[in-house]
């Protein structure tokens, strides 16, 4: 199984709701990843956590706040989100080799109303 | 973040024709990766190189690494109206090898 799965996969949202974005992969990989993605433009990375500990934080606001319950999931918290916090986000896993690639899930496509 | 700039942003070929995108990167790293991306949903892996490398090779695909210059082509042989899609180089390592940093992208339109 090489799938990183995503949910959901549509989110639409007003600016004082809380929802959290799931992520789950079952290839053993030890480095999970939270990227956000505005159209035309690369993914930019959010979050890394590493051995379900979190090991990169690149200054994202505290409004999203990552979770890892255990080595197969990955969660995105989300509260009071801006209209600009629109964006596709993508879930990543990466196994435990130096020099192995990152397996992307589909994304989840926000919408903050 | 984000890591160094591709070249071109935006290429349109006739199909059969060859695809050369470039990239640039700012920091040392670990290897590059280059990823395809269609119609803005997930990412899919199309070959790593680690810095010790030259060239690589993968069916259609051949990337070159230079890192004295800092940078990294994609050569698309034969292209296919399939191909169409945007084509993404990742860094991986340097200062943590966790962190896989994107450049801004080349969207290949391949016209049949």
């Known amino acids: 199984d090489t799938e990183v799965t995503q949910t959901p996969k549509h989110l639409v949202m007003g600016m004082t709701n809380k929802k959290s974005l799931k992520c789950e992969q079952h290839?053993?990989?030890?480095?999970m990843y939270w990227y956000k993605q505005k159209a035309k433009k690369p993914p930019e990375l959010m979050f890394v956590?590493?051995?379900?500990?979190?090991?990169i934080n690149e200054s994202v606001p505290s409004r999203f706040s990552p979770e890892c319950p255990n080595s197969s999931l990955l969660n995105l918290h989300l509260h009071a989100l801006q209209p600009e916090d629109s964006a596709l986000y993508l879930c990543?896993?990466?196994?435990?080799?130096?020099?192995?690639?990152?397996?992307f899930g589909q994304g989840t496509r926000l919408t903050v109303v | 973040s984000q890591q160094g700039e591709e070249d071109p942003q935006a290429l349109s070929i006739q199909e059969g024709e060859n695809a050369t995108m470039n990239c640039s990167y700012k920091?040392?790293?670990?290897?590059l990766q280059w990823y395809r991306q269609n119609s803005g949903r997930g990412l899919v892996h199309l070959i790593l190189?680690?810095?010790?490398?030259r060239e690589k090779h993968s069916g259609r695909l051949r990337v070159t690494l230079d890192t004295s210059k800092k940078s990294s082509s994609l050569l698309i042989t034969a292209s296919r109206a399939a191909d169409t899609a945007s084509y993404f180089c990742?860094?991986?390592?340097?200062?943590?090898?966790?962190?896989?940093?994107f450049g801004p992208g080349t969207s290949l339109s391949v016209i049949p």
């Open positions: 290839m053993g990989h030890r480095a």
């Open positions: 190189i680690r810095s010790n490398e």
């Open positions: 920091t040392s790293i670990n290897n």
């Open positions: 990742a860094t991986g390592g340097g200062a943590s090898y966790d962190k896989v940093i």
């Open positions: 956590y590493s051995y379900e500990k979190l090991s």
């Open positions: 990543a896993s990466m196994g435990g080799r130096i020099n192995t690639e990152a397996f």
